[in-house]
């Protein structure tokens, strides 16, 4: 990942691309059990747009009257009855009616629907003795009537919509994001140790927590807009058709048909562009977080070797690689939206020209151009909306492939419930291979742990040893060959009763960041406080923890490093004592301790081993001595076994080790 002193993204070795249907499609799977307050929000910011009808019924009656007014050959405005108007005559005689009675013909019937429902809340109004139109029946009232009631209950009602809009799918993406982390935790943890050997844990957290919380914008802002934008759209579409086939304006109509979907030409050119570089803005994010977690977990080796500065220039380098990312996603996203705008003007310039040209009226053109006022907002709104679309669908390829990596260890469906460990632990010509390595870690190992008894691995870095216990414990499964607990393929067993009959102690203790009593009660959280008492004193614990005055509610610190290395060890022996399983593997659990310490915590494994199976990986041949066979492994292999006595007295590798720690 890393080259000099810059840093660089590397794809995981199941990163994929989604297309948009696959991606999306997945989405809904997972944001469908909240769809009842999806489709509420989407119904709420539809109905959103249903409030502009009213504004566009009134605009073309409204001028139609003005003109009339102005050239004195119509009405005044107000609602009283229309006179009657003279009628030219055909070539027979026969009245035929005028243009402009036409045009009064039509701004009357256009008026009947408002007058209708004014009439009839005048008629509401009167029976409680309220009057709405003055005494000369002119139009102040009505007008009046629309102001303050229409108006204002317009707004209320879009204010209601657009709340629970806007509620509804905040509520439904905050949720939908909590399911999709605990989903992506609990699948990662459901992994072998082998996926978990291959895996930056910086850029899992980045996926865990930050990814998601594209999946909230999406569902929360853009579902909101496109419940809303596009049925402004279709309203405002729909007035100006309906305009255009009143007035016999279908070339028009036909005009704006071409010219509307030129309004996404930036949209559709820029999109593939935003969606790579907010794809490799979340990727460079992933290196800057796997940097942070990097250093502070190996802080101590960064203060020991004084290497501050060196590291501050990498994680520098990674977060200017992250802006440098972000910047270009960012610009491209930000040209959309004065694109669209580019296009629209020049747009309505063509359709004025075009009018121009054709000698269509002002009063008829206007109608259909507030419309397009309207619709380049939520235009507008549907270019941004397209740039988070493309960053959510970036960040939806990386949680998917996530989720689809399928490395845990199978259970059958009908896999053995075990509850005790009776007889012996038997490998059978097992032999195991990490994916990313070329030759085997253990190779045709055969050997038995009877109950009762303790079994010893030695043998150099890299020999196999802890490979031999994680085969134990079933965090791998064989290649070959196979691992039997009384007599059952451990991989026929139930996984929860494997681990529950085996207890850890590891060469590098892991305590959480919580009290001392938690910790030790961690795995057995039903246990009394007397009980982690008993643990921690066959452990040889419970004096160093009373001698500080919180106790056993000290906190361990992150990872433990508020306690000594002994101690540390000794709380860990106190966990694996409360937990208190048949079988016990100690790796390596006291080749980091001095040797006074060692002895401490050599004493606590004493009491820890009494009556229990014991496989012991030994890094110090002196604490297994007394091992009832002692395996002694090189390069994956099996190349000795016995006693100490007996492979002492070979004179093999086993006698070279021991020559070289003196333990003789």
């Known amino acids: 990942m890393k080259t000099g002193k810059g840093v660089k993204y590397e794809r995981e070795f199941f990163d994929r691309e989604y297309t948009a249907k696959e991606a999306y499609g997945r989405l809904w799977q997972c944001a469908r059990k909240y769809r009842v307050r999806i489709f509420v929000g989407i119904i709420c910011g539809m109905l959103t747009a249903s409030t502009l009808i009213p504004l566009f019924q009134v605009i073309q009656p409204t001028l139609d009257k003005a003109s009339a007014a102005d050239s004195r050959e119509t009405p005044s ?16 005689g026969n009245a035929l009616p005028s243009a402009r009675s036409k045009a009064a013909d039509k701004v009357q019937k256009k008026a009947k629907g408002i007058l209708r429902q004014y009439d009839k809340a005048r008629a509401f109004a009167a029976k409680f003795g309220i009057e709405l139109q003055d005494a000369d029946d002119e139009l102040g009232a009505p007008l009046m009537f629309a102001i303050l009631v229409i108006v204002p209950l317009m707004a209320l009602l879009r204010c209601a919509l657009t709340f629970l809009n806007h509620y509804c799918l905040t509520w439904a993406g905050m949720n939908t994001v909590k399911d999709l982390r605990c989903e992506m935790l609990h699948h990662i943890q459901r992994q072998s140790m082998q996926f978990h050997g291959r895996i930056d844990v910086g850029q899992l957290m980045s996926r865990s927590t930050s990814d998601p919380h594209q999946v909230q914008i999406i569902i929360q802002h853009v579902l909101q807009e496109l419940a809303q934008a596009p049925f402004e759209i279709a309203v405002s579409v729909g007035f100006i058709v309906y305009t255009a086939i009143e007035n016999r304006m279908l070339p028009t109509l036909g005009l704006i048909v071409v010219g509307f979907p030129m309004f996404m030409l930036p949209v559709v050119f820029l999109s593939k562009r935003i969606r ?20 502070l977990t190996c802080v101590k080796v960064v203060k020991a070797y004084h290497t501050e500065d060196f590291e501050n220039e990498k994680y520098d380098a990674a977060n200017r690689n992250m802006l440098k990312a972000t910047l270009r996603a ?23 020209v075009w009018c121009f040209i054709e000698h269509v009226k002002l009063s008829a053109i206007v109608p259909m151009l507030a419309p397009l006022l309207v619709i380049y907002k939520p235009l507008k709104q549907l270019s941004k909306l397209q740039v988070q679309i493309e960053q959510g669908r970036a960040a939806l390829g990386r949680i998917f492939s996530l989720l689809d990596v399928r490395m845990e260890l199978p259970e059958r469906a009908d896999a053995v419930a075990k509850t005790s460990f009776d007889d012996k632990i038997v490998f059978e010509n097992v032999s195991f291979r990490y994916d990313t390595a070329e030759r085997d870690a253990v190779h045709n190992a055969t050997f038995e742990i009877p109950r009762g008894k303790v079994v010893a691995v ?47 102690v590891m060469q590098e203790t892991l305590l959480f960041n919580d009290t001392i009593e938690e910790n030790i009660k961690y795995g057995s959280p039903d246990a009394t406080h007397e009980e982690v008492v008993a643990a921690a004193k066959l452990a040889n614990a419970h004096e160093f923890i009373m001698s500080q005055p919180e106790g056993y509610s000290r906190v361990a610190g992150e990872k433990g490093f508020a306690l000594s290395g002994g101690e540390r060890q000794r709380v860990a022996i106190a966990r694996a004592v409360l937990r208190n399983p048949p079988i016990l593997v100690l790796d390596e659990a006291t080749s980091a301790l001095d040797t006074v310490t060692e ?46 006595d007996e492979l002492y007295a070979l004179n093999g590798a086993y006698r070279r080790l021991c020559d070289m720690q003196k333990t003789t």
Request: include cysteine; glycine fraction near 10%.
């Open 77 to 92: 405005l107000s609602f009283v009855k229309e006179e009657a108007q003279p009628h030219e005559a055909d070539v027979e």
């Open 276 to 295: 790579k570089w907010s794809k490799r803005s979340l990727e460079r994010f992933s290196v800057v977080g796997s940097r942070i977690h990097e250093i």
């Open 330 to 352: 960012v610009r491209w996203g930000l040209l959309v939206g004065p694109a669209v705008e580019t296009v629209g003007i020049l747009l309505l310039c063509g359709f004025v």
């Open 458 to 504: 030695v043998g150099g870095t890299g020999s196999g040893k802890s490979t031999m216990s994680g085969l134990l414990a079933r965090f791998y499964d064989p290649r070959e060959g196979r691992v039997t607990m009384d007599g059952v393929d451990i991989r026929d067993l139930r996984i929860e009763d494997i681990r529950s009959l085996i207890g850890s």
């Open 599 to 644: 002895r401490i915590v050599q004493d606590a494994i004493d009491n820890l081993m009494e009556n229990r199976t014991t496989f012991v990986i030994a890094h110090r041949l002196s604490t297994i001595r007394n091992a009832d066979m002692i395996l002694v492994m090189n390069d994956g292999e099996i190349v000795e076994r016995g006693t100490h």
